[in-house]
């Protein structure tokens, strides 16, 4: 791979996204990327970059020049072995990828959701009981960030309670994947063996609960809808994506409003805001940052012509942080209408569960809306580092009741 672009007039960036640096504050080489141009070589890895919100937009609701089958991180399957078998829904295009997405999206879709409503609110009750009693001071990723969604989504999936906590690290080494090489993907190497082979065993018919969403997916390749070998495959992709988005999607949500007490006020006083407030968290944070998609043909952008075959890195956070399409983009804000946002994909790959993670986070924040009148930090954050997804480690903070 050559590491200048084939038309010299594109902008050059030396950066590397992939940093620590970077990745612990990406938003002034964000900037850079934006004020460059609507396309930007990145000379470390060879590929071009995206980050303004018209560009990223276009691209990814264009499937056919741009596609997700060689991979959309950045290795190319078409060169080189993926460490594990593409996802069905994300790592595929038209026609392999419509069967696999049309069986999920009545299973996830918020009419079929609606029955999980009660009883996913009465658990946020539950957890949040348990939170307070507990004491007043709590860390928000741990106590209620990755407690709450490995409590109801493995139950709606149809696993049982044995292992739940193999689902983070295995999402994380999968999205840290989609990135470089790096230190970040070696850390997870050792152990990432054992977590993935107890992911694979969960697929299977027989270790899914009857009615969850697993079942419903083996139901479908009974009636011929898929292959039973994709049903497995497909109760992967749910397991994959299905967790630690949902998580930093909450932890974003519970750290805005700790950072913004007016809009935490106006939440309690408007609890159907909820769903509009984690819109708008996942617009500022975007806890999927970065997927790339690969070029099928010369395609133009902007000045530039981006050649057949060649790597194009979308920034989402980015994006979803562009004044030109957003005003006063880096303030949260509920009078804000998010909907334009990338965070969850756009086009034919938008992400097929984000109605589950909507009714997870409506069902907490209610219930903190109720209880809770003010949410305090008590220490600087800590980020967690991944290659593709913005995260915390820890948000230490006062739940005022």
């Not at 990145?42 to 991979?71: I, P």
């Not at 739940?164 to 990135?179: I, Q, S, V």
Request: proline share 8%; glycine share 8%; hydrophobic share 45%.
């Amino acid at each position: 791979m050559t590491l200048a672009p084939a038309d010299r007039s594109c902008p050059t960036l030396d950066t590397d996204p992939f940093s620590s640096e970077v990745l612990e504050n990406p938003l002034p080489f964000q900037q850079a990327l934006r004020e460059a141009g609507p396309v930007t070589w990145l000379s470390r890895y060879g590929v071009y970059a995206l980050g303004r919100h018209a560009e990223v937009h276009a691209v990814l609701t264009d499937w056919q020049h741009f596609q997700s089958g060689a991979g959309v991180g950045l290795s190319n399957f078409r060169v080189e072995k993926p460490w594990r078998p593409p996802s069905l829904l994300l790592e595929a295009d038209p026609p392999h990828h419509d069967a696999p997405r049309h069986v999920l999206e009545p299973i996830l879709s918020p009419r079929a959701l609606r029955q999980l409503r009660p009883a996913w609110a009465e658990n946020a009750e539950h957890l949040l009981e348990e939170v307070l009693a507990s004491g007043a001071e709590v860390d928000l990723v741990a106590s209620i960030a990755q407690a709450y969604p490995l409590r109801v989504f493995p139950d709606a999936v149809g696993l049982g309670r044995e292992g739940r906590e193999n689902l983070l690290p295995y999402g994380d080494h999968a999205f840290n994947a989609f990135g470089p090489a790096n230190e970040l993907v070696a850390k997870g190497l050792p152990g990432i063996g054992a977590v993935a082979g107890w992911v694979n065993d969960q697929c299977a018919r027989d270790r899914l609960s009857p009615g969850g969403f697993g079942a419903q997916i083996w139901a479908a390749a009974d009636r011929g809808d898929i292959t039973h070998e994709q049903a497995p495959l497909i109760v992967r992709s749910l397991l994959t994506a299905g967790v630690d988005t949902t998580v930093h999607g909450l932890a974003a949500v519970l750290y805005a409003f700790a950072t913004h007490p007016q809009q935490w006020q106006r939440l309690r006083a408007e609890p159907g805001l909820a769903r509009i407030a984690f819109d708008e968290a996942v617009r500022l944070e975007s806890p999927v940052q970065t997927f790339f998609r690969t070029t099928t043909a010369d395609v133009r952008i902007g000045e530039t012509v981006v050649p057949a075959g060649q790597k194009v890195l979308m920034f989402l956070g980015s994006a979803n942080r562009d004044p030109r399409r957003w005003a006063a983009p880096d303030v949260f804000d509920l009078a804000r209408d998010p909907s334009g946002h990338v965070g969850f994909g756009m086009g034919i790959h938008q992400c097929v569960g984000q109605h589950v993670a909507r009714l997870e986070v409506e069902a907490v924040l209610t219930a903190l809306a109720h209880r809770v009148r003010r949410i305090e930090l008590t220490a600087a954050p800590v980020r967690h580092h991944n290659n593709t997804l913005r995260a915390f480690a820890s948000v230490p903070a006062r739940l005022v009741a």
